[in-house]
């Protein structure tokens, strides 16, 4: 039985998925001039645009303000985008559900895994940032990949679980596109670490999209690694997403098919 589902991964299960990324891909960027280049053009306006408020309306002191403004701006973007997307994947997918068998859980996964591409494109426009107008390379950069693949971790636990409640209840997408606007101002985008007051940085180190963010301040702008309490706060609440989410997602499956 396990080389029977092993198969289906490498065969059918791999083609249904690598389908959804491809369909998200072409519909996403459909009858777009810019294409791909709107991951770009997306963080690149909002930082101008906060850099000359943060700049000239209200100065900050804030040193290589763009990189750092970047270091929240992109890991936010990717978290509230695969969110909202996964959210509504289920949905959005309903005929490809009813008629084909395969694992529901492959539909949100794509979902989030198809924003992994946004993800890198921006990560790649702030590290040629860093490599130009920052310190450069150090060997800090190795902590990256692990704290992408932390962020991914906790989105795909959050789509699976909001992608079976919005089966149910459709309001589900316009509860996350409101959580989504209060969540930016609760991860330091344009603040720093240290402008937040003692009694509510639990808070922020326990928000692994904060945390990521930190993170990033950490290694690209400071020189240095994460803290061990961050990263493992990051782990800890990435990793309960990610089961908490999964199982959600097997309870409430059964009946997909009836609310669909």
């Not at 973007?77 to 997307?85: E, K, S, V």
């Not at 990949?145 to 789509?159: H, I, N, T």
């Not at 919005?166 to 670490?193: C, G, M």
């Amino acid at each position: 039985m396990n080389g029977s589902v092993v198969q289906r991964w490498d065969g059918d299960y791999y083609f249904v998925l690598r389908t959804l990324l491809m369909k998200d891909f072409r519909v996403r960027y459909r009858n777009m001039s810019l294409g791909v280049g709107w991951s770009l053009a997306n963080p690149l306006v909002m930082m101008t645009v906060y850099w000359f408020v943060f700049t000239k309306i209200y100065p900050s002191q804030q040193q290589n303000f763009p990189i750092f403004l970047l270091c929240g701006l992109i890991p936010f973007n990717f978290f509230t985008l695969a969110w909202l997307t996964a959210t509504t994947s289920m949905v959005d997918n309903a005929n490809l559900i009813k008629r084909t068998r395969f694992p529901r859980e492959i539909v949100p996964i794509s979902a989030v895994l198809g924003i992994v591409l946004h993800f890198a494109i921006q990560l790649g426009l702030l590290l040629s940032l860093v490599l130009i107008f920052g310190d450069g390379f150090n060997r800090h950069w190795v902590w990256l990949p692990l704290l992408v693949v932390m962020e991914v971790m906790f989105a795909v636990g959050v789509g699976l679980a909001f992608s079976a409640l919005d089966v149910y209840i459709r309001d589900i997408r316009y509860l996350v596109e409101s959580a989504n606007l209060i969540l930016f101002f609760l991860v330091p985008v344009f603040y720093s670490f240290e402008s937040i007051p003692k009694e509510y940085i639990i808070m922020y180190r326990l928000n692994p999209v904060a945390a990521v963010v930190f993170a990033f301040r950490n290694v690209l702008l400071e020189n240095r690694s994460p803290s061990v309490s961050l990263l493992l706060n990051l782990a800890m609440v990435s990793g309960l997403s990610l089961v908490g989410g999964a199982l959600l997602f097997e309870r409430l499956k059964r009946r997909f098919y009836d609310y669909l």
